[in-house]
């Protein structure tokens, strides 16, 4: 099974930040990840697809890179409606997520 | 405008049972893939199964496979998940998902399973 190990596990930045969250895989996953943001109360909702492609919708602050085993997401220009929990997920070789980073305005 | 709607959660015993529904709406349905996805209150995502557009195959993870069964009806546009011998640490909100790429690009609202004597 491929494991995903993701970090920080919290993150408090102010607004106008640039802030980045890494997953790392155990084994290479060809481009294979996508991000979710998850909102308090919210169900989760897609940020980014194919390690880097941006889902239909999503503010253009947001971008994700990565190859290999290792993987990122950016957020430029932090806003208060950020604030959120963000995962990771392979779906390279069946599915599994990232134990997510809690992203707090400082 | 995509909508999944879950249904069916609630309340159960350790060892029982429970059907999980979800009616989707605003797609061709049976063009798609979809899948479960759970979070145990304030945890992660895990993924709990996954069947192709015509229902042919499905997948499990192991903490799942041989007491949980995902079957959809695509004349009635509703995926399903029959959740046998429930356990403690099946505790969670369980969403219905469509998979798109591989990613999950919608997702329902969620549906609150709650395993305890």
């Known amino acids: 099974d491929i494991q995903m190990t993701q970090s920080p596990a919290s993150l408090s930045a102010s607004l106008g930040e640039t802030v980045t969250i890494e997953c790392r895989a155990s084994e290479d996953i060809y481009n294979g990840l996508a991000w979710y943001q998850q909102k308090p109360g919210k169900s989760p ?59 707090e305005i400082k | 405008e995509v909508q999944l709607v879950e249904t069916g959660g609630g309340l159960v015993q350790p060892g029982r049972s429970l059907k999980l529904s979800c009616v989707a709406s605003g797609f061709t349905f049976n063009n798609y893939w979809m899948s479960w996805t759970r979070q145990a209150p304030g945890k992660g995502l895990e993924w709990v199964a996954s069947i192709t557009n015509s229902g042919g195959s499905t997948y499990y993870p192991d903490s799942v496979k041989g007491r949980f069964t995902i079957s959809r009806d695509n004349a009635q546009n509703t995926l399903y998940l029959q959740m046998n011998s429930l356990r403690s640490e099946d505790t969670a909100t369980y969403y219905c998902t469509r998979a798109w790429l591989g990613a999950f690009d919608y997702w329902g609202q969620g549906v609150m399973v709650t395993v305890s004597s």
């Open chain 1, 45 to 103: 909702q897609l940020l980014i697809y194919n390690a880097n492609s941006l889902h239909t919708g999503v503010p253009s602050r947001f971008s994700g890179s990565g190859s290999g085993t290792q993987y990122s997401l950016k957020i430029n220009s932090l806003q208060s409606e950020d604030v959120a929990s963000y995962f990771c997920q392979q779906y390279y070789d069946y599915l599994t997520f990232g134990s997510g980073t809690k992203l």
